[in-house]
């Protein structure tokens, strides 16, 4: 059968059809490769730099990028073409993923950031404390001594 046989409408349709199934086969994938409530609610570490790590790689979006990237390409050629009787849904779609992937990479960029920060932050405070106790130490000995000073101070005045 030759395509000279196959109706115009018939095959447009069944374009629209195929770029449709395009758009929403590339936004499941992209919404597959979105993290889990569970996934960044839940985690088993040790310490708290476990946990950031933990979170950190949860919120990995992976291929979701590429994903969302290649079902809007399909879906502007689409809309262009004006294919799709309900546009309205695959726009939603894509702007609802778009915004949740933002909300996903600001929280992994914080993750890393707290994850590089809190070893320093710890050492800092390790540092301090170790300093600031023979400070505090030495305050100790001259709040000894100011007290024995005061008590013979008082002694003397009796």
Not at 48 to 56: E, I, K, S
Not at 98 to 118: N, R
């Amino acid at each position: 059968m030759s395509q000279a046989t196959f109706d115009e409408d018939d095959l447009f349709d069944e374009a629209a059809d195929d770029i449709r199934a395009d758009v929403e086969e590339h936004l499941d994938a992209a919404e597959a490769a979105l993290p889990e409530g569970d996934a960044i609610w839940e985690a088993e570490a040790e310490n708290t730099l476990g946990v950031l790590n933990a979170l950190r790689s949860a919120l990995d979006i992976g291929d979701a990028t590429g994903h969302l990237r290649d079902a809007k390409k399909s879906y502007m050629m689409g809309d262009r073409a004006e294919v799709f009787d309900d546009s309205d849904e695959l726009d939603e779609r894509i702007a609802a993923l778009e915004d949740a992937m933002a909300d996903v990479e600001a929280a992994h960029e914080h993750a890393s950031e707290l994850a590089s920060t809190v070893p320093e932050l710890r050492g800092a405070l390790d540092d301090l404390h170790a300093d600031g106790g023979a400070v505090d130490g030495e305050r100790e000995d001259d709040s000894e001594m100011s007290t024995e000073a005061a008590d013979d101070r008082e002694e003397v005045a009796e």
